[in-house]
């Protein structure tokens, strides 16, 4: 109803309830993933990231738009997957970045979780 006929009256909502919110949260929990996951030992593949590395993946997530929900539509359209969309296309931005630490790390987006994890 947030993003249908009761749109008017709840607009205010949209930020926190609409599709375009919920895709953006998907990214934040899985970059927080991440770099939580970085931060312990359990995973020796995955080292710490650098405060830069850190900040480049969290500029992805304060940089989401409009356009970004729409290339995870794009990809979800491809994989019938909402969650595994979002990790495809945050992968798609780290490359984008073309840095080895992040290339590395990306490898660990949704690593050992499930869509209900993320969601």
Excluded: Q
């Excluded at 995870?72 to 073309?98: Q, S």
């Amino acid at each position: 109803p947030v993003d249908g006929r009761y749109g008017s009256k709840t607009a205010v909502l949209r930020k926190y309830f609409s599709e375009y919110a919920l895709m953006r949260n998907r990214c934040a929990v899985e970059v927080e993933w991440v770099v939580s996951l970085g931060r312990e030992d359990v995973v020796r593949e995955l080292k710490t990231l650098s405060t830069r590395a850190e900040s480049a993946l969290r500029g992805i997530v304060d940089g989401f738009d409009v356009k970004s929900a729409e290339r995870i539509k794009e990809i979800e359209a491809r994989t019938r997957h909402d969650v595994k969309a979002v990790e495809y296309f945050l992968k798609e931005r780290v490359d984008k970045l073309d840095d080895e630490e992040l290339r590395a790390a990306s490898e660990f987006l949704h690593f050992a979780c499930t869509s209900e994890d993320i969601n």
